[in-house]
């Protein structure tokens, strides 16, 4: 399995992680994405809703319509990887949703 894939499943399916994830990170979006869904999942909405809030601000201006909705998001290539699909995707697009990124 991927490294990048085991960091997102144990991401969204651990906030105290993501917690410790952030602190060590919080300038990189891709951990506060990912904290936003291990929230969403947790049904911590209020938190989801911020870690979404601040990785939108973290992320480029020129990158921004990449994480616009779930359909683009999840379209990127790097999204497309069979054991993504299978395994990350269910808990992140999911988490994410619940923390309020539109579907389209």
């Keep these: 399995m991927p490294i990048p894939l085991i960091q997102t499943n144990f991401l969204t399916r651990?906030?105290?992680v993501g917690l410790k994830a952030?602190?060590?990170n919080r300038t990189l979006p891709w951990v506060r994405l990912r904290?936003?869904?291990a929230f969403g999942q947790a049904g911590e909405l209020d938190e989801a809703r911020q870690e979404l809030d601040a990785a939108r601000a973290l992320i480029a201006p020129a990158a921004r319509?990449?994480?616009a909705t779930?359909?683009?998001y999840h379209s990127q290539a790097q999204?497309?990887?069979p054991e993504f699909i299978a395994c990350g995707a269910p808990t992140l697009y999911a988490g994410l949703s619940k923390a309020g990124m539109p579907e389209a």
């Design 14 to 16: 651990n906030p105290e």
């Design 22 to 24: 952030r602190a060590r």
């Design 35 to 37: 904290l936003a869904a």
């Design 65 to 67: 319509a990449e994480y």
């Design 70 to 72: 779930l359909a683009i």
């Design 79 to 81: 999204y497309q990887h």
